[in-house]
């Protein structure tokens, strides 16, 4: 049996509730919330309101713990109790079906188109600008601020011939998007071995398989065999804090970072590390609560 625990949040709230998700070590993705304009096929506005959800087996989790720990960190931040709803699932049951019923296709910028497979095409779409993502349980569909983020810092560079690392690569968006435009190669890290495979189930989608290395690893025992030419680390502040100087030796000095997944209250001490470790501020970009930034490896 599995239990789902959907925490209705404001969006600002969502970085120290996946904190949280990591403590236990439980499979987590999040919602941000949509309402459609009713103008055309991809018009919608966020409401400022995101769902976490923690999902996690009965039998090898202490699911009556993770719950306490929910209602307590609620209450630690001083919102209601009631914004926490619980779900059960049988082993069989597909409890993804409710998800894939509202993700819909996602323009980033003026060029980029997320759509789930099952989805028409657009009428603007182009191969090399379309990425196909049937999320499963992994973190990254394109409507979520922080992957929106990364797609607009990756659509300011060529990455043509370039070897990459994508830390936390969750459904594979973003080194999809990097393979798609004539990257040489690339290695995708994730932690979460059920999103790894659905990554390649994606990657498989998108005609990629045999380009792109996808692996299940932590960064702290991950161990590259070449320098890159660039990063993507669309991760949580603490983990970019931790693990900078592991990952900064990793890409060639020169190499490019596009990092996000860095809330408004942690970006300053988040900067601050950037120049410690030796990377060079080029752009900033926010939406929302979110940070994103472009760096060079001075």
């Not at 509202?102 to 910028?109: A, L, Q």
């Not at 890290?189 to 045999?210: P, Q, T």
Request: proline share 5%.
């Amino acid at each position: 049996m599995l239990k789902r625990f959907n925490v209705t949040i404001p969006s600002d709230y969502e970085e120290p509730l996946l904190g949280l998700a990591d403590r236990f070590g439980v499979g987590v993705f999040s919602s941000p919330q949509i309402r459609d304009e009713g103008i055309g096929e991809t018009d919608f506005v966020y409401t400022g309101e995101t769902i976490v959800s923690f999902v996690a087996s009965t039998v090898e989790q202490d699911t009556a713990a993770i719950e306490t720990a929910i209602i307590d960190w609620l209450k630690d931040f001083s919102l209601n109790p009631s914004a926490l709803s619980i779900e059960e699932y049988s082993d069989n049951q597909d409890w993804m079906a409710g998800f894939r019923e509202h993700f819909k296709p996602i323009c980033v910028g003026d060029k980029i188109v997320v759509r789930p497979p099952w989805e028409p095409e657009l009428p603007h779409e182009t191969q090399a600008n379309t990425i196909l993502i049937d999320p499963g349980m992994a973190f990254g569909t394109g409507t979520h601020e922080t992957t929106r983020l990364c797609l607009e810092f990756m659509s300011q560079i060529d990455p043509a011939g370039q070897f990459f690392l994508d830390l936390g690569a969750g459904s594979g968006i973003l080194s999809f998007y990097l393979m798609k435009h004539n990257a040489q190669g690339g290695v995708a890290i994730e932690i979460e071995g059920a999103a790894v495979e659905n990554m390649r189930k994606n990657a498989a989608l998108n005609g990629i398989s045999d380009r792109l290395k996808m692996i299940c690893a932590d960064l702290s025992t991950y161990k590259p065999e070449i320098e890159a030419d660039g990063l993507v680390a669309n991760i949580t502040s603490p983990v970019i804090l931790e693990y900078l100087p592991v990952f900064t030796p990793w890409v060639k000095k020169g190499g490019w970072g596009i990092f996000s997944g860095v809330n408004s209250t942690n970006a300053p001490i988040v900067k601050e590390a950037f120049a410690r470790n030796g990377w060079k501020h080029l752009q900033e970009k926010t939406d929302g609560d979110w940070h994103g930034f472009y760096l060079i490896r001075s």
